[in-house]
């Protein structure tokens, strides 16, 4: 809305003859209309006129009056607003991709004014869509930037789900505490066996003494029990971490996976299988390691590294320096290490999956491979994948090689300034060998928490990185939600369409204009060509996607009303491609309705035709399909899920191709399984075989996504448009096949 | 022994081509027009096709947009449906091959990138800064930079931003050495 004003503004400052009631909309541009050139120019539409500027100077004005119609078309990484006037197409615009959504829902109602001398602004709330703070846009289909969000809000959302849990993360933390300080107490009590007992002076003399014996045995005692302490602190802080981290991600997980199923089929669709799997498992598991592992760990270091500083310096400010001389420059050195390193594995990664890419392919189409005799092509391809991934793992493995002992003898470095200097000192009586010993010890500790810490932003990173890409999925819009007052219904069946567009990318309407009604316990057949938006009428009716415009109702009620759940439970749904999950016959079967009975199931499978295919397969019911399981035909799945179908018991049938991948035998089964299962419900079959659709009680003839014919099959063919070209089209095409 | 003939692909299919002989482009208004006259058959519905015909807004689309930027080149009608191929421009006259060009370029909008100031990548996003052919500043956000950059071949790269906007990288190997260090990790 802010640019449109701004807009509207600059044109009356322009041209002072416009008034700003008069403009109905105004919008950017930024492609000069040829060439790689941007420039800053602005449409502007008024009642009577249409101003195309390009930087404040006047470049088009048209009549509104002479415009025929407004066109939105896509280019490859730009966009054209057009318009036709007596028939000649004019450009108004060109822009980038980042205004698509923008011109194309303002083309949509410049053409919508036309008609109904309607506009609607509601556009604006999903298109203007830029960060206050940094001006970029966000990303599709978010209402977060992601650069702009401060971690500290994430780590505070983290927090809040770890709500039940932060008593044993902080619980955990205090123990790393409390190691960290026993885990520096063995080297100061080897300094006191050292210095009060075995080099003490006189020490043989009193050895015999009880004093001496019991303080003797007191200190190995005490360094026993810090042992078994240590341990036990381990034990412990290990299971409430296990507690904590695993519960936690759980608890993330089912939110994360709760929010998928909940997204729309487009958004989903819009990520693959993969990357979906990812945020459940993977970047959960990222955040719970980080719980477990790296929060206490870098407060335990932090103290540790801290401790052994305080006590050095307190003990000698200058052997403090000599030993913490190398520290910036092993810090330095370590990242400068890590970073390559990172590059040159990451490089071997990067081979690594290439290859293992060409050997997945190689392995699924091997059929493919054979039946055209590429084995050795194949084989040459996949050498020269792993002969480079072979040259970057020789690359990064002899590097880490060969600078890994370079850094730990960095590391190392500052025991020799401190044999020398404390050498020289018990030399001159100033310090005693237990001193040289805690020292020793103190030193060798000081560069493991360093090394720890030098990693860990690399690790906050990586989880911040993690946790960000479940709250972008997490924060994603619903865009098909459930109303708050949606209300669960009992249908009857009747479903209207009320002047319905749908498109699944703006600019490209699927469907427009769509009107119709379907009475209850109609089968209707919605018949044309490939790609029409057959699939898409139906999708809407399951409310898949929501309509952009216009709207569904099923009895008098818009779907957008109706729960969810409650639509869908009444809706049964025969694809043309058949999805059994794992499991067995009987789950896929009783999918729709878990609480069947058997006999339920059986009379199911009875009715569908699959029954007798079921019962010839040595397990019958308890048979494994699905991914690792017994394979089954298309014709056997198909059966199973029109089973599937039949078990639910739906008052809206909807059979999407469902007998195409059939021979004719089984298809003539399947569809007297179907005639029974469509009496007395609303039926929307989709089919290209026009003879299966031959007992419809109606056909809908779409075309160029509108609905072109109504009508019985006996109407359709006495009035010879696009049903009877099909119907003929596929007669020949029989007779044809019946003659060969 | 008879050698057998088999029948060539071309018997079967034939791809319906727009050439100098068959076809007139013209301006009109800022978009291009097409008058074509192409053999006559039948469709599958039974209507009648091919004939001479006139449309008053055509669009052009690249077969191939990686490999032959001004061949192969699609000729379709307003609902998509191909009239027909253009094999190569430059067999038009110069006058029509310069319109069909311009076209093309106009369509396909991909600015070049010179120079990279900075890729930063952050919680899975990359904030990248570049310097364009003409010296302009391009500021843009990429989605899962790995999946976002295409290779038509190792040194030929195009970079897909969040809104579907498209960067050329003609030869990684031309770029400066800074540049360079920059994108090698996503190369």
Partial sequence: MKDRIMLRNRLCTINPGVSPEDVIVAFPFDLAPEGDVKTDGFVAVTTSDVYVYEKDVLMLRLKSADIDEYIFSNGVGCVFAECVTNGVHRLLCRATMAQRDLISSIIWQLNRRMERSTYSYAYEEETDVKCPNCGRRYPPDSHVCPHCTAKKGYIKRVWEIAKPYRYFILASVLLYFISAGVQLLPAYLNKLLIDNYIQAEGAFERSASADFIIGFIGVILSLLGVNILTRLIGIVRGVTLIEAGTRMMVSLRSMVFDKIQRLSVSKISKRTAGELMNRVTDDTNQLQNFIMNDIGGFFEQMLIFLAVSVIIIAYDWRLAVLILIPVPIVIFANRAFHKFMHRVFHRQWVMNSRANTILHDIFSGIRVVKAYGSERREMERYDEATKNECEAQIRAESFFAKFSPLMSFLMGLGEFFLLYYVGTKILSHEMTLGDMQLFTTYVSIIYGPLRWLSNFPRRYERTMTSIVKIFDIIDEDVDVADKKDAVDMKIEGKIEFHDVSFGYDSGNNVLHGINLTVEPGDFVGIVGRSGVGKSTLINLVMRLYDVDDGSITIDGVDIRDISQSSLRSQIGVVLQETFLFSGTVYDNIAYAKPDATRDEVLAAAKLAGAHSFIMKMPDAYNTRVGERGHTLSGGERQRIAIARALLHDPRILILDEATASLDTETEKQIQDALQILSKNRTTLAIAHRLSTLRNATKLIVLDKGTVAEVGTHDELMRRGGIYYGLVMAQRQMSKMSAGA | ?187
Avoid: C, Q
Avoid at chain 2, 83 to 102: A, H, W
């Fill in chain 2, 1 to 187: 022994m008879t050698e057998l003939k088999t029948t060539a692909l071309s018997d079967v299919v034939s791809i319906t081509y727009i050439t100098k002989d068959n076809a007139s482009f013209r301006r009109d208004g800022d978009f291009l027009s097409l008058r074509v006259t192409l053999p006559e058959s039948v469709g599958f519905d039974g209507e009648p096709l091919g004939g001479e015909k006139y449309y008053e807004r055509i669009y052009l689309h690249r077969s191939f947009p990686y490999e032959h930027l001004y061949e192969y080149i699609s000729v379709l009608d307003r609902d998509s449906v191909e009239i027909g191929i253009i094999s190569d421009i430059n067999d038009f006259d110069p006058e029509t091959s310069e319109m069909l060009r311009r076209e093309l370029d106009r369509k396909y909008f991909a600015p070049v990138i010179k120079k990279i100031l900075s890729v930063k990548e952050r919680y899975g996003y990359s904030y990248w800064e570049t310097i364009a052919e003409d010296g302009n500043r391009m500021s843009f956000t990429v989605r899962d930079t790995f999946r976002s950059i295409l290779k038509v071949t190792p040194e030929h790269v195009f970079i897909t931003d969040n809104d579907s906007n498209r960067y050329e990288i003609r030869n990684t190997d031309e770029l400066d050495r800074k540049s360079y260090k920059k994108i090698e990790l996503y190369l």
